[in-house]
């Protein structure tokens, strides 16, 4: 095999190994996940949403490593999380708010609030793949050291495949404690809690900048 084929396998490897690992991200997009996903398969649909969103934004962060330097690169590493971080608490005090429909929505209401769901909870992946975890942080450094801006997005895309997938188990988790909670009366609680969880990990996320 190839060296480039051996870097993208190793990188998609990774990615599957980067789910396992306790960045604020996961619980992000858990959080998230939970408070959207009204059954279990639209939470797995909505998780690998946000597994594409992160990769959207990690490509773009791996292609800035290869060209200008992962060193480079996390000068700027505080103010992302502090950005990211406001943005993502902001979205747990309108996730707070309870605002996902109501019982007795039509069926076109229903329809225009999965679509801007599905698009919130792929721009919260965007923004919640602006901080740089460890993890991560080993990927660009490898990925700027190949000196080629095309095979180290390639790369990252892999490495957010895989991460992608990782987080299948995630939605299945959350999705199916989210559904129980709805079946057992207790749905009321479930934008309260998520959304006050994403509003701490957003704070978190900020002052740890």
Known sequence: MEMASLSLVGAFLLGLAHTA???EDKGVASMIVMWAGKRLREAIVLMVLYGLGTTLINAAMGAVAAFIGASL??????ALRTIAGSLIALFGLWMLSGRRGHAHAS??????????TAWSVFLMAIVGGLPICPFELTVLTWVASVGDV???????LAFGLGTTVGLIPWGLIVGGLGELARKMGHGIWV???TGL???GLGV??????
């Open 21 to 23: 690992q306790p960045c």
């Open 73 to 78: 690169l996390m000068r700027y590493s505080s």
């Open 107 to 116: 069926p076109v209401e229903e329809e225009k609030l999965r679509s801007m």
């Open 150 to 156: 095309w095979r180290a997005v390639s790369m990252v």
């Open 191 to 193: 934008p309260r809690i």
């Open 197 to 199: 969880i994403t509003m």
């Open 204 to 209: 978190f996320i900020a002052l740890s900048g």
